[in-house]
Nanobody, 122 residues
């Protein structure tokens, strides 16, 4: 029903910024809460941010609060993750995910993208 493709990852120095994009195909996008997750080598996947179907109800992991912002443009079937003041600890593969529900959640996502690599150097 929903296919997700992330882009925007790359190499950046600490303190820099990146904007990740996730383009969704499928007519259910506007009814789905979206989430961003990340996984570093040897680490468990962790929640980063989520946003409700209509763009409200945003929540962030403590480690990224006040640095990352998640927004969505339903007309473009796209969700973004603006990452500012990046730190080496942010290095990971970032994934976007779509929920079956409109309410933002931290678990239980049904569709996942392939991920985009973010590397932050010091």
């Amino acid at each position: 029903q929903v296919q997700l493709v992330e882009s925007g990852g790359g190499l950046v120095q600490a303190g820099g910024s990146l904007r990740l994009s996730c383009v969704a195909s499928g007519r259910t996008f506007s009814s789905s809460a979206m989430g961003w997750f990340r996984q570093a080598p040897g680490k468990e996947r962790e929640f980063v941010a989520t946003i409700g179907a209509r763009g409200g109800g945003t929540y962030y992991a403590d480690s990224v609060k006040d640095r990352f912002t998640v927004v969505r443009d339903n007309a473009k079937n796209t969700v973004y993750l603006q990452m500012n003041n990046l730190k080496p600890e942010d290095t990971a593969v970032y994934y976007c995910a779509a929920s079956r529900f409109a309410t933002p959640v931290k678990v239980g996502y049904s569709y996942w993208g392939q991920g985009t690599q973010v590397i932050v150097s010091s």
